[in-house]
T-cell receptor, first 112, second 113 residues
Framework: NAGVTQTPKFQVLKTGQSMTLQCAQD?????MYWYRQDPGMGLRLIYY???????DKGEVPNGYNVSRLNKREFSLRLESAAPSQTSVYFC???????????FGPGTRLTVL | KQEVTQIPAALSVPEGENLVLNCSFT??????LQWFRQDPGKGLTSLLL?????REQTSGRLNASLDKSSGRSTLYIAASQPGDSATYLC????????????FGRGTQLTVWP
């Protein structure tokens, strides 16, 4: 039981490049979330998926797209990376009817 | 928009001290409040969750209280240890269906031997 896994752990991009951050959970949770954490800031919600087949915008969705591929996987895509997207990205999941979110280890992204 | 503030931003104490971390929020219409621990380079681990109808929760040396009407929560750590060194994050939940959380910036705690 690995919990929430994220790949890659680290990534460096040049401005304008695209990439997809992967997240998977093996707890059979319905809800999944993408957050970003900037230095000195709290975590901010980018997108979330309440269940398979649905996605919704959070606080800071601009510049990102998401795909809930199946119940296990929720990916975050940067179509044209910008330096302002340099951050640590966390994926989380939660079982419907419960309140605790389980977080992955994060992806540290640098955009030059 | 819900704003969550944590004070202090950083705290350094000798081992054995009892300490209090503070969290305040602007909108009292919350569903729950959670305290997380974050170790450097790691993800978040849930420590305590208080439902809006509850006043406090305890787990071992940790005790979290909630005063919804005043928009405040405290995390009390008894007999602190070097292993408690981490960043502690407070997060407010707005509803049960979507489970959205609003985070504070955290308190970075260092406990020295």
């Amino acid at each position: 039981n690995a919990g929430v896994t994220q790949t890659p752990k680290f990534q460096v991009l040049k401005t304008g490049q695209s990439m997809t951050l992967q997240c998977a959970q093996d707890m059979n949770h319905n809800s999944m979330y993408w957050y970003r954490q900037d230095p000195g800031m709290g975590l901010r919600l980018i997108y979330y998926s309440a269940s398979e087949g649905t996605t919704d915008k959070g606080e800071v969705p601009n510049g990102y797209n998401v795909s809930r591929l199946n119940k296990r996987e929720f990916s975050l895509r940067l179509e044209s990376a910008a330096p302002s997207q340099t951050s640590v990205y966390f994926c989380a999941s939660r079982e419907r009817g419960t309140d605790t979110q389980y977080f992955g280890p994060g992806t540290r992204l640098t955009v030059l | 928009k819900q704003e969550v503030t944590q004070i202090p931003a950083a705290l350094s104490v000798p081992e054995g001290e009892n300490l209090v971390l503070n969290c305040s929020f602007t909108d009292s219409a919350i569903y729950n409040l959670q305290w997380f621990r974050q170790d450097p380079g790691k993800g978040l681990t849930s420590l305590l969750l208080i439902q809006s109808s509850q006043r406090e929760q305890t787990s071992g040396r940790l005790n979290a209280s909630l005063d919804k009407s005043s928009g405040r929560s405290t995390l009390y750590i008894a007999a602190s240890q070097p292993g408690d060194s981490a960043t502690y994050l407070c997060a407010v939940g707005r509803g049960s269906t979507l489970g959205r959380l609003y985070f504070g910036r955290g308190t970075q705690l260092t406990v020295w031997p």
